[in-house]
């Protein structure tokens, strides 16, 4: 059985940092793009940033390019995105996917605070 | 970017309706448009795949289609299970877009 299982989220202070991890299994991990997407309080999904395969190339937003960080342990079968200088506006449940052409499995989001 | 135009925002229904969501993609696209089920407090669930194909699992009274730059995704004989809000998603390219989502609730 496929799982995506994210942790890492939390209540942080506007400017730091946070670092979410997504675990996954029942897959071959290392086969598939990974993507994060977040969405606001009741707002709609948002695209934040995807990784290859092989974590060779790696694409992000605009609003959070230089910030975020989106990284693969295959070895760990688990995804990374690490959060820096956060703002307010990064206020979300995150979710990792199982890449976004496919967009089979969702893992079931993990909530970031962005509040001081 | 791409902009992934949804409408309408939300919609009053009635069990046993034929509903159907648009998104108008402001350039082409293709096939790539995903549609995604999400009730609260949960994950989407993907729906349809490539605009047009079922996802396994999916009943069949859901469909989707294309016309131009139009995606559609279509519910014939709405059930109680299928109030929930919906996405489309283009992944043409990045950045990935979507769409505003809508809302659906029961009159």
């Known amino acids: 059985e496929v799982q995506l299982v994210e942790s890492g989220g939390g209540l942080v202070q506007p400017g730091r940092s946070l670092k979410l991890s997504c675990a996954a299994s029942?897959?071959?991990?290392?086969?598939?793009?990974m993507a994060w997407v977040r969405q606001a309080p009741k707002k709609g999904l948002e695209w934040v940033a995807t990784?290859?395969?092989?974590?060779?190339?790696?694409y992000y937003r605009d609003s959070v390019k230089g910030r975020f960080t989106i990284s693969r342990d295959n070895a760990k079968s688990t995804l990374y995105l690490q959060m820096d200088s956060l703002r307010s506006e990064d206020t979300a449940t995150y979710y990792c996917?199982?890449?976004?052409?496919?967009?089979?499995?969702w893992g079931q989001g993990v909530m970031v605070t962005v509040s001081s | 970017d791409i902009q992934m135009t949804q409408s309408p925002s939300s919609m009053s229904v009635s069990l046993g309706d034929t509903v159907t969501i648009t998104c108008r993609a402001s350039q082409d696209v293709g096939i790539y448009v995903n549609w995604f089920q999400q009730k609260p407090g949960k994950s989407p669930r993907r729906m349809i795949y490539r605009a047009t194909n079922l996802a396994d699992g999916v009943p069949s009274r859901f469909s989707g289609s294309r016309s131009g730059s139009d995606y559609s995704l279509t519910i014939s004989s709405l059930e109680s299970e299928d109030v929930a809000d919906y996405h489309c998603l283009q992944y043409d390219e990045y950045p990935r877009t979507f769409g505003g989502g809508t809302k659906l609730e029961l009159k």
């Open positions: 029942g897959f071959t991990f290392s086969d598939y793009n």
């Open positions: 996917a199982r890449s976004l052409r496919v967009s089979d499995y």
């Open positions: 990784i290859s395969y092989d974590g060779s190339s790696t």
